[in-house]
C-alpha cells in the first residue's frame, strides 16, 4: 500500500511472501570469481531463443547487481573504516523470482549478496542503513531509479509500515534511513497475487516518467504523491488495530490514483479489471505486471484463480510470515 510514494518522502505497508526467492553463495576460492548464472546466458539455440530471454531477464540479467554490490560494500567498509581480510571468494546467484513484473528481483539479489559479504567479513551493518545502502547500489551505480520500499521488506521482512517523510528521517553513517514499524501478518485478511511470467514492464520505465513529472511541480503528481502515503497511513492503522478487513478499499483506491496519473498497459488493466469482476480488489504489487489484493476464503477464490488463469496469469495464495 502506498507504492509508489516511498521515492518521494511518503509512506508505505509492505510485506514479504515465501513462495519465491533470491539465493546468494558465497564461499572461499583462490581468485575473486563471480559465477555466471542460467540468468546470463550468452549462447543461444536461435534469435527466437534470444528473444525470449530478453523479455524474461531484460538485457542484463544478475551479475552486474552483484559486482556493484561487492563494489559498494567494500566503499562502505572503507568509509567506516572497517578491514577487510584478504581471503578470495567465489559467489553465484539463483532467483527464482518473477522478473519485470514489479516483485523486487533485482533488489533481492542485491540483499542476499550483502548479507553473505556481511558473514563472510564479519561486517555488522546496522539494519536501517542496510536498505538505504541496498538502493544506493541501484541508484548510483547503476542508474536504476527506484524507491525504499522493497529493499526495507527484504531486509526487516514480514509485514513494515514504513515512513520515509523528512520528519520521519534520520541520517544514520550517512545514509538517510525512514522509520520503519513491524505489523502483524495475522492481522491480514486474504491475500492473493497474480502475474503474467511472459510479459513484464522494467520498472524504471514507470519511475523515470513519474519521476521527470515530480522534479517539474506536475500538481497532478504531487498531489497523489501525498494521497497514496495516506492511504498507507490508513492501511497501517487498520492493521495495527486489528482491522484489516477495512483494507478492501484502500487497495482499490491506491490502484485508481496510479490509473489516474499514469499510462497503464492494457494487458495491465485487463489484471486489474479480471480480478475486480469476481469480486475481489486489486492493486499493482509494484510497478511492473502483478497484481495483488484481498479475496474471501471461499468459492470466490475459486473463481478469481479460474477468471485470472484464463488472461494467462500464474494465481497463487501467498505465503506470509512474520
Excluded at 224 to 230: E, G, L, S, V
Excluded at 243 to 255: C, F, K, Q, S, V
Excluded at 268 to 296: C, L, Y
Excluded at 298 to 308: D, F, K, Q, T
Aim: net charge negative; with cysteine; hydrophobic share 35%.
Amino acid at each position: 500500500m502506498g507504492n509508489p510514494s516511498d521515492g518521494y518522502g511518503g509512506r508505505t505497508v509492505s510485506l514479504i511472501i515465501r513462495d519465491f526467492a533470491a539465493r546468494v553463495v558465497l564461499y572461499e576460492w583462490d581468485e575473486l570469481e563471480v559465477v555466471l548464472s542460467q540468468e546470463d546466458q550468452s549462447r543461444f539455440q536461435s534469435v527466437e531463443d534470444l528473444v525470449r530471454d530478453v523479455k524474461h531477464h531484460g538485457y542484463y540479467g544478475g551479475i552486474r547487481l552483484v559486482k556493484a554490490t561487492i563494489k559498494k560494500f567494500a566503499d562502505y567498509c572503507r568509509r567506516q573504516g572497517h578491514t577487510l581480510h584478504d581471503q578470495n571468494f567465489s559467489i553465484r546467484y539463483q532467483s527464482d523470482i518473477p522478473r519485470q513484473v514489479g516483485m523486487g528481483g533485482s533488489s533481492a539479489i542485491i540483499v542476499a549478496t550483502l548479507r553473505c559479504l556481511m558473514e563472510f567479513y564479519d561486517i555488522e551493518i546496522p539494519l536501517p542503513v542496510q536498505p538505504s545502502l541496498a538502493l544506493s547500489i541501484e541508484t548510483e551505480e547503476l542508474g536504476i531509479p527506484a524507491g525504499l520500499q522493497d529493499r526495507v521488506i527484504q531486509v526487516y521482512e514480514g509485514v513494515v509500515a514504513m515512513d520515509f517523510s523528512d520528519s520521519a528521517s534520520k541520517q544514520i553513517e550517512g545514509y538517510t534511513c525512514g522509520t520503519y514499524e513491524p505489523l502483524d501478518p495475522k492481522q491480514l485478511p486474504p491475500i492473493y497475487l497474480a502475474f503474467k511470467a511472459d510479459v513484464g514492464e522494467p520498472t524504471e520505465v514507470v519511475h523515470n516518467d513519474l519521476r521527470a513529472r515530480y522534479e517539474q511541480g506536475d500538481t497532478e503528481v504531487v498531489a497523489a504523491m501525498d494521497t497514496f502515503a495516506d492511504l498507507a497511513r490508513q492501511a497501517r492503522d487498520a492493521i495495527s488495530s486489528g482491522r484489516g478487513d477495512e483494507l478492501a478499499p484502500m487497495i482499490n483506491a491506491n490502484y485508481d490514483l496510479r490509473d489516474a496519473i499514469c499510462q497503464i498497459s492494457p494487458w495491465q488493466v485487463e489484471m486489474i479489471r479480471t480480478a475486480r469482476d469476481v469480486g475481489a480488489t486489486a492493486k499493482f504489487a509494484g510497478s511492473g505486471g502483478a497484481i495483488v489484493g484481498t479475496r474471501d476464503n471461499g468459492a470466490n477464490y475459486s473463481r478469481l484463480e479460474e477468471h485470472l488463469t484464463s488472461i494467462g496469469c500464474r494465481v497463487l495464495r501467498p505465503t506470509v510470515v512474520g
